[in-house]
């Protein structure tokens, strides 16, 4: 069973930078393209950004484009997520998740891949 833990969230003010980060306990985290999740109040989840088993490909929501970088260190067993210029609209909770791909260099995974999930992080932007 694989157990995914989230940190790095909190209470930041609009414009600001966060870095959310996902250790993966387990040894297939090699094997999984990573992903992150946010589902704010009242609101359906959603896709935030993935990014493959090699970490050479990534994909991103369009709105997180150019402000959001997801990263992973094979070594650490982690999956980051680096947010900056923060919005008011960016408060959710973060989630982030595991999917098994043979493909090391696909980033392109639906949400019903992802087998594995995390307890999520809240981000609160204050404006």
């Known amino acids: 069973q694989v157990r995914l833990v989230e940190s790095g969230g909190g209470l930041v003010q609009a414009g600001g930078s966060l870095r959310l980060s996902c250790v993966h306990f387990?040894?297939?985290?090699?094997?999984?393209?990573m992903g992150w999740f946010r589902q704010a109040p009242g609101k359906e989840r959603e896709f935030v950004a993935t990014?493959?088993?090699?970490?050479?490909?990534?994909s991103y929501a369009d709105s997180m484009k150019g402000r959001f970088t997801i990263s992973r260190d094979n070594a650490k067993n982690t999956v980051y997520l680096q947010m900056n210029s923060l919005k008011s609209e960016d408060t959710a909770v973060y989630y982030c998740?595991?999917?098994?791909?043979?493909?090391?260099?696909?980033?392109?995974?639906?949400?019903?891949?992802?087998?594995?999930w995390g307890q999520g992080t809240q981000v609160t932007v204050s404006s």
């Open positions: 998740a595991a999917a098994w791909v043979t493909d090391v260099n696909r980033s392109a995974v639906g949400v019903n891949s992802f087998s594995s």
């Open positions: 387990g040894r297939t985290f090699g094997y999984c393209a």
């Open positions: 990014i493959s088993r090699s970490g050479g490909s990534t």
